[in-house]
């Protein structure tokens, strides 16, 4: 018999996980915002509010994705210790968050598209060099968008060349060169800044991975309003399956790494099998399978799979801590 303690957690779980959800979304996009103003820095000339605004909509729509299922790990989390009740935190924290997911994302995907994407400040400084794609600029003077006598630097083959000017485009973050004839990408937003944190390669590979999962639903939903439902709905149940590792040994510590661990495993999972890899299995196991359904396919069957391990063992390893 369920306590009612026990059930007012569980009636409490969406509370959290909406809470939860809410508080990483406006953390993550102030810290996001912040680094954005800092690159506006000019030296003499101070930061500029005009393109911080303007980058909050896609801000907003790449971390929706990652706020709004790790609210749902982390709501598992914090009711590690749940001892009955666990089935109904289950049931109302997945249609919760499965209703954010479909009301929240295509209203973050709108203000994206209907706010201006061109980058309003892109800062290249007078009498010293600014890195490019390929090569580095000394020009001598700017004037709006207008660059005189340019010294260039190529770093590929290491020499020195000279160009009587050259035009700076804001809108495509990029430079062209009238002696080469050519367009360079400039390389950073703005030369005078340096980041505060560089990511290491494996947090860049997880942060490109949640980016490929965003841009994937993002133009399912512009291809087909119930494909994006389903994805939705598979990619919440995934997440809510896996609360079967937050209770899936008798040591915390091991449950908490292993719940983490499956955050990881789901943008990577998703990716490898709508790549390369994926291909390959589906041409192992069958010529017939459609690879676009391969990630969901595999999804779900790992989603049953977690609900009938939680449903079936997960309860005796509790009984076996003294739960």
Known sequence: MIRFSNMKKAL????IYLLVTALLLAVFTLFNLFSVWSQTFIPGEGMAFSGTAAALPGILRSLFIPSATFGIFLVFLLNINMKKG??????????????????????????????????????LLEDQFNQLEDVYIYPGDIA??????????????????????GTLDGKYQSVYIEQKKDVYRVASRNPAFSPLFNPPGFLEDFLDDIDYFQKSISSVLSESRQRFLFLSFVTVLFCVSCSLFTRISRWPVFNVLGTLLMYRVMFLLYRVLSDE????????????????????????????LFIAWNILFAPRVKKRRGG
Do not use: C, Q, W
């Not at 409490?12 to 509370?15: D, E, Q």
């Not at 997911?101 to 400040?121: A, M, Q, W």
């Not at 968008?145 to 290491?158: A, F, K, N, Q, R």
């Open 12 to 15: 409490a779980a969406p509370l």
């Open 86 to 123: 666990h089935f109904f935190a289950f049931v109302f924290t997945f249609a919760v968050s499965f209703l954010v997911f479909i009301f929240g994302f295509p209203y973050v995907d709108t203000l994206l598209e209907t706010s201006d994407d061109t980058d309003p400040r892109i800062v």
């Open 144 to 165: 709006g968008e207008y660059l005189h006598g340019i010294l260039l630097v190529d770093t590929v083959s290491p020499r020195f060349s000279l160009s009587p000017g």
């Open 277 to 304: 890899p994926g291909r390959e299995l589906a041409g192992i196991i069958s010529s017939r399978i459609n690879l676009n359904r391969l990630p969901v396919t595999v999804m779900i069957a790992l989603s049953i």
